[in-house]
């Protein structure tokens, strides 16, 4: 009989400790919680209940992948954000906790009543599904230039019954302005750069969502050349960005007649996300 304590031990002892991730058991708890559909805290006190044959196959199945570098939301295949779970695949990145300081600052601080939301660059869908469901005044339409990402984030807002209008496109490419909200989490890792990431990141998350080109911001300027046509008069934009990079981008954003509003830190205490706004 093989028993949860059973299946733990074998993530402990065949997964390693990486640099500034959790810990093996940490991992194995995550993997054997979702896995059962259980708490971790269930398991903890549980570690003599059977598991079946079928479940402890998938298990060590799991457990391999991750050992090979996979990352563990996709192998579950979802992840938490803003308290809902997303599906995930290696068509988008997976959602990342800085994201939800947009998801904080619009709460804080909610667009007009009506004031349309344009989400650029949505891959999963979970920032433009979380903002139609927590804004239900306001309208969102969210834009991919990758059909996969696309049908990802569409899978998501049909999941939760967000109402989200989804377009092909390059940033905001050919969609017509007077948005009243701008939200964009791009590509920002200088292309150099990629080949530092932790292996979980470089070999399995997709490249096109992580490279910003030599110095990691081509694709967010792009947009900052973009976002005086794209936002109304006294509109608000949220670009997320790289440590390091705010004091740039705000100087190209003023350069196009943007106006700086705000810098949202971290938990790490990185300058992560730009407010801008288009004067009246």
Sequence with gaps: MTTVADLLELAASRLSTRPGGPSPRAEGRFLLARLLGRDESWLLAHGDAAVSAEEAARYHA????RAAGEPAHYIVGTCPFWGREFVVTPAALIPRPETELIVQFLLASPPPRGARILDVGTGSGCLAVTLALELPGSPVVATDRSLPALALA??????????????????????AGGWGVVTANLPYIPTAALATLPPEVRYFEPPVALDGGADGLAVVLALLDDLPRLLAAGGTALVELGEGQADRAAAHARHRGLEEAGRLRDAAGVERVLVLRRPR
């Excluded at 799991?62 to 992948?65: G, K, L, S």
């Excluded at 899978?155 to 209008?165: C, D, E, G, S, V």
Aim: charged share 25%.
């Design 62 to 65: 799991w457990v391999e992948r």
């Design 154 to 175: 569409r899978h998501n807002a049909r999941r939760h019954t967000a109402p989200l209008h989804l377009v092909l496109a390059d940033l905001g490419g050919p969609l």
